[in-house]
């Protein structure tokens, strides 16, 4: 469920989450994906207070994930969580994964 996997990695020492509110996250029910990204938004934040480490990788901006999350207030709820407890880092070059 939502609340036991949400559960495990609030707890977890170091939390990598590559490619958030990207293409990754599936095409489910946008609810659930919405519910699911806040809380562990929230449990992240959370853990950050007892010196857990999480590392969120996105192609998009904090105003990218507020959409892709539903806007207000949602989106924008987890996108200042994500940013309350992060250093944001921009990086720009070719991408990797494509052959040169």
Do not use: Q
Request: charged fraction near 25%; glycine fraction near 14%.
């Amino acid at each position: 469920t939502v609340g036991e996997a949400v559960a495990e990695y609030a707890h977890t020492r170091l939390l990598v989450v590559d490619e958030f509110g990207g293409s990754g996250t599936g095409s489910g029910d946008p609810s659930w994906r919405a519910d699911i990204a806040r809380r562990l938004a929230d449990a992240r934040y959370t853990a950050a207070t007892r010196g857990c480490l999480t590392i969120w990788t996105s192609n998009l901006d904090m105003e990218g994930i507020t959409r892709e999350f539903g806007g207000e207030p949602v989106g924008e709820a987890i996108a200042s969580r994500i940013a309350g407890h992060c250093t944001i880092v921009h990086m720009s070059g070719e991408d990797a994964r494509v052959g040169s």
